[in-house]
């Protein structure tokens, strides 16, 4: 990130203002270089019985054989989102970052709150791993090899799918998430996915299910993510170093929003493309 985009994205605060929505978009839609030539894409591959049940797939043109495989779960506040818009390079930019990598990449979709309640989230993404575990090696992905990444209601979605799924994939990153929404700020977005009883909050933390997971987790969050997001990841790290003597994997994002982490993969420089890699060699 240059200092010019950092002064930028401090100076619209951290609240999820629909200038810092529109302006943090703006910022990176211009840096973003597109698909790259070598990168295959196989669109609107269905997963599940729902008409949101559809992801993406990011390969090489060259074909490999057996590599590690990076899916993505976009945020929306559960009740808005895709993997896609027309016009758009997000979330394609994460799936072209995965082929330049050599991995395979995939990006999906989930159904959405109001109609689509909790734990609506947490079963796309178990059905979504379901599929990729049985079919990604047509593709040239390594089924053993699945990781799974979620930003925001994307995070929550897939720390459901950890804390509850049994979860047969490699490792999972968790970006921006909430973790216990009954010590979040009431929020209509969660009224929409939760229900509007918030004592009946209580079963759908999934912090201890995180602690507990048999799978490598990397949680980060960034400078001027909004105070829920802050208190969620220090509650998380508290909790878990609590229980294990030992920190998570944590990485506090310098300068970043709650958007611009993922909207900077793909472009020269990216801070959490760094973490993303690093994580992965190590699994």
């Known amino acids: 990130m240059t200092p010019e ?28 270089p597109g698909l790259p030539r070598h990168a295959k894409v196989t669109r609107d591959i269905r997963y599940g019985a729902h008409e949101r049940n559809r992801l993406d797939i990011f390969q090489h043109d060259d074909g490999h054989d057996g590599a590690p495989v990076l899916v993505f779960v976009h945020g929306g506040g559960f009740v808005q989102g895709d993997k896609t818009s027309e016009g758009s390079p997000f979330y394609d930019n994460i799936g072209a970052f995965a082929v330049d990598e050599g991995w395979v990449g995939v990006t999906m979709t989930y159904r959405l709150a109001p109609d689509h309640r909790w734990p609506a989230g947490g079963e796309d993404v178990a059905a979504a791993v379901d599929w990729l575990r049985e079919n990604i090696a047509q593709y040239g992905g390594d089924p053993e090899r699945i990781f799974v990444m979620g930003q925001s209601a994307g995070a929550v979605h897939v720390a459901e799918y950890v804390a509850r799924f049994s979860p047969k994939i490699a490792g999972a990153l968790l970006l921006s998430g909430i973790y216990d929404v009954t010590t979040a700020l009431p929020s209509p977005l969660h009224v929409a996915y939760y229900g509007e009883d918030r004592a009946a909050y209580g079963p759908t933390a999934t912090v201890t299910g995180i602690i507990n997971a048999k799978i490598p987790v990397l949680i980060t969050v960034s400078e001027y993510d909004a105070e829920d997001f802050q208190m969620q990841a220090a509650s998380l790290a508290y909790r878990y170093t609590q229980q294990h003597k030992a920190m998570p994997r944590l990485h506090w994002l310098h300068g970043h929003n709650h958007l611009s982490p993922v909207l900077e993969i793909g472009t020269p420089g990216s801070d959490l493309e760094r973490h993303i890699i690093d994580f992965i060699r190590a699994v």
């Open 5 to 32: 985009i950092r002064t930028q994205l401090a100076g619209f605060g951290a609240e999820l203002t629909p200038d810092m929505l529109g302006g943090t978009q703006a910022i990176y839609r211009a840096l973003q």
